[in-house]
């Protein structure tokens, strides 16, 4: 009796001793790194959701990608994300959250040009490195030496555009923009380089985000007898924009901004978007382009497509172009800020999704107007613009 | 100038103007409706639209017409309760100026549950009497003296033609449309007479919610379904209330398609700030004729 309760506690004690020097073990094998911290900025309310969902799905992905194989030379990756319902006054408050935290490395956003106006100087003076994912060239022009972005310039789309009037000798022009900061930056844009060009812009002309209906704006238009329309917005003036010019009967051809760039807008404009031609990113044609950047375009792609259940858009590629910057310069550097910014300033010849960067002293976009491909809407499907 | 060109563009924009105006009509209503009874400003109006879109955006395509109608009517005085039942009531001992931010609250609630369910992005809608494509059902169009006309726009005109009937008939006629105006005239006194006050605040707001749903159906294939569309709709639609004079449905009726039409002129001519135009209305009256466009008959009683 009293030999067998001796064996009993024997065993149990032995057990102790095995199971915590193997738990003891095992925590000494596995001890987690500290993770990398990066602060993530996207309008995921608002208006502008559409832009700041995907953005905040893409890198929800990466990072379980990067988690499951391993973090970065073994510290694991984490993302603390900030929603700024599009509001300057938001991001700044998230950037201040950011900036407070000493764990974070880097911040990536916000999805908006005002958003990421407001916050670009606080970074530059706390010397924290920034990628925003949004348009205006506003954000990296003067150049901050801490602000970069990944999302093409909206003078890019512009040039894009001015090079396929060119080609298809149009030269005068109806135009007609969203009222919100991508539609207003994009006029801007026009006005300036259109000059340039020597396009003639007949009438200006533009729409509110609550517009429901584009009629008396396409008259004046059709007033004008320009020899095609240009609409830059985001969904769904855009589509309405479309709609009603065919409602109208007016035939002439429609271009479009890369604001247009999702199959929400064939969704909405049924068969007005047929040959509707904008420039965009080249995820749209991935399958029919060649050079470094198809793999990584069509991988993205397939990525998302299976852990969202929904087809990718250009602006979670903005994303994933930030993410990944950061990561390629964290893992080269480490956790320094100095030495962060000074690798993602280095970066050349790196195949995103919005282009193939190649950063320097004075260009923090790092992009030419090659990284948009010109496409045109043919049975509702994109196709290389010829 | 003012040839046939002329003419028939500025018929276009009329009738396109009409469209719009008939929701804010509507909206409009929906605004007067619930005042009459509460003195309460329910800036969740917009939403009541909303939320009728939401449900055409759903329920169109797969079920068509009978399905959609009864099912937004349904949703609409459901969420109209529950705003009178468990935000308004519960409130109601606050002054009127809370119970209106409350309505804000609730709008923005309203909001947010929509983007949860429905996602954050344009929904097209199927237009009622459409053509079938390749790419869905599109609308049909007319032609009439130069202008185009969609199918939809005529069933916007229709249906709220037949909304401001029935609530014409409804005030007019039925002993609980009497009753309302009552407790809305004098509530001490149709308290006196025996009317259940409370039970018509509540069935002023079921009934602005089932008319904005209403309205929402018939509107979403020319507007998209959209979470926040509610707001500018909502704003338009109490422009246009004032303008009729708060209260006053006929007013509101006409201020509302006045203001849509005077809206798509305006985006004709200076486009850049055609969001500006019905505040600018609005102002304008305000300080000419603080009583509204069409002052209301003597309630002074």
């Known amino acids: 009796m009293c030999r067998k309760r001796f064996l009993l506690v024997l065993l149990i004690v032995a057990g102790l001793v095995i199971g915590l020097g193997g738990g003891m073990c095992l925590a000494a094998k596995k001890a987690p790194l500290a993770p990398y911290v990066i602060g993530a900025i996207f309008s995921t309310t608002g208006d502008n959701a559409p832009l700041g969902v995907p953005e905040r799905e893409t890198v929800d992905m990466l990072v379980k990608q990067i988690n499951s194989a391993g973090g970065i030379k073994g510290h694991p990756v984490k993302v603390l994300f900030y929603d700024d319902a599009g509001k300057p006054e938001q ?47 506003k954000i990296v022009q003067p150049v901050r030496s801490y602000v970069f972005k990944t999302a093409q310039t909206d003078s890019l789309a512009v040039g894009k555009l001015i090079e396929y009037c060119k080609a298809k000798k149009i030269t005068t022009i109806g135009f007609i923009n969203d009222s919100n900061a991508f539609g207003a930056s994009g006029r801007e844009q026009w006005t300036l380089l259109s000059a340039k060009a020597g396009i003639k812009t007949v009438a200006l002309e533009s729409f509110g985000t609550g517009d429901t209906d584009m009629t008396g704006q396409l008259m004046s238009i059709k007033a004008a007898k320009p020899q095609a329309v240009i609409c830059w917005g985001t969904n769904p003036g855009p589509a309405m924009v479309a709609r009603d010019m065919r409602k109208l009967g007016i035939t002439i051809p429609l271009f479009m901004s890369h604001g247009i760039a999702n199959k929400q807008f064939i969704d909405l404009a049924k068969s007005a978007s047929e040959g509707v031609v904008f420039p965009a990113g080249k995820l749209l044609v991935a399958k029919s382009i060649s050079g470094a950047q198809k793999k990584v375009l069509l991988k993205y792609a397939a990525d998302f497509q299976k852990s969202c259940g929904k087809p990718a858009n250009t602006f979670g590629g903005h994303a994933w172009d930030a993410f990944n910057l950061v990561v390629k310069a964290v893992s080269k550097v480490g956790p320094d800020h100095a030495k962060i910014r000074a690798a993602i300033e280095g970066t050349k010849g790196f195949a995103g999704i919005s282009g193939t960067f190649n950063f320097t002293a004075a260009d923090h976009n790092g992009l030419t107007k090659d990284a948009f491909a010109t496409i045109i809407i043919i049975n509702g499907k994109w196709t290389l613009a010829k | 100038m003012f040839g046939w060109d002329w003419m028939s563009q500025n018929f276009q924009l009329v009738m396109s103007g009409i469209t719009s105006g008939c929701v804010y009509a509507i909206v409009a209503i929906g605004f007067s409706v619930i005042y009459n009874s509460t003195q309460v400003i329910n800036f969740a109006q917009g939403e009541f639209v909303m939320i009728g879109a939401m449900v055409a955006a759903v329920l169109l395509a797969k079920f068509g ?11 609409g005085c459901l969420v109209g309760l529950l705003v009178a039942l468990f935000v308004l009531i519960p409130a109601k001992k606050g002054s009127v100026i809370t119970l209106i931010i409350v309505t804000i609250g609730a709008s923005i609630m309203f909001k947010g549950l929509a983007q949860l369910f429905w996602g954050e992005s344009a929904i097209p809608v199927p237009a009622f009497t459409g053509v079938k494509t390749a790419w869905g059902i599109e609308d049909r169009t007319f032609h009439i003296l130069g202008a185009v006309i969609g199918a939809q726009d005529v069933w916007v005109v229709a249906v709220t033609a037949l909304l401001v009937l029935g609530m014409y008939l409804f005030f007019k006629y039925a002993l609980v449309g009497k009753a309302m105006r009552a407790a809305a005239m004098n509530s001490t006194g149709a308290r006196l007479v025996g009317i259940n006050v409370r039970r018509m ?7 602005a919610s089932a008319l904005g749903a209403v309205a929402g159906v018939t509107v979403a294939p020319v507007f998209y379904a959209k979470c926040n569309m509610g707001m500018a709709l909502g704003l338009n639609g109490f422009c246009a209330a004032v303008l009729g004079g708060l ?14 039409i005077v809206e798509k002129v305006f985006g004709g001519i200076w486009s850049d700030y055609r969001e500006a135009i019905s505040f600018i209305i609005l102002l304008l009256i305000l300080f000419v004729r603080p009583q509204g466009l069409i002052a209301r008959k003597s309630r002074k009683g």
């Open chain 1, 91 to 137: 991001a700044v408050q998230a950037c201040n959250d950011l900036l407070a935290d000493k764990s974070v490395v880097a911040i990536i956003g916000p999805t908006l040009t005002g958003p990421s106006l407001a916050i670009a100087g606080m970074c530059e003076e706390a010397k924290m490195p920034l990628i925003s994912c949004a348009a205006s060239v």
């Open chain 2, 65 to 75: 017409l009978l399905v959609a109608f009864p099912v937004a009517i349904l949703a």
């Open chain 2, 201 to 207: 605040i509540v069935i002023s707001f079921v009934m």
């Open chain 2, 247 to 260: 209260g006053n449905f006929g007013g509101g009726v006409v201020a509302g398609i006045l203001l849509g």
